[in-house]
């Protein structure tokens, strides 16, 4: 019914950028929050950063000042571009997205199948 795609993970080193991207498809009415979550190798799954339909977004701590999301809402995206990348941001990172479907107007969270992001030392 409603999948993501994600693109645009990779190795990179330490200090390094990478932008993710992560579209939207499928029997949409409209997405309410979109966001970022990662997985660390023996981690639990995190927050990386949110935005909602009307561009508010929230940050974990960790990447502030560092990752930058943004969404379109006309082409159903959001992306995430990573500045001064760290090892520890090492991870799968997920797409998530909040989505209400055109059949019966249902809710339903959704996730992305996961793209690694590798930054070495």
């Known amino acids: 019914q409603v999948q993501l795609v994600e693109s645009g993970g990779g190795l990179v080193q330490a200090g390094g950028s990478l932008r993710l991207s992560c579209a939207a498809s499928?029997?949409?009415?409209?997405?309410?929050?979109m966001g970022w979550f990662r997985q660390g190798p023996g981690n639990q799954r995190e927050l990386v950063a949110t935005?909602?339909?009307?561009?508010?977004?929230n940050y974990a701590d960790s990447v502030k000042d560092r990752f930058t999301i943004s969404r379109d809402n006309a082409k159903n995206t959001v992306d995430l571009q990573m500045n001064s990348l760290k090892p520890d941001d090492t991870a799968v990172y997920y797409c998530?997205?909040?989505?209400?479907?055109?059949?019966?107007?249902?809710?339903?969270?959704?996730w992305g199948q996961g793209t690694q992001v590798t930054v070495s030392s």
């Open positions: 935005v909602t339909s009307g561009g508010s977004t």
């Open positions: 998530n997205a909040v989505v209400v479907t055109t059949t019966k107007y249902s809710q339903y969270n959704i």
């Open positions: 499928g029997n949409i009415f409209s997405i309410k929050n």
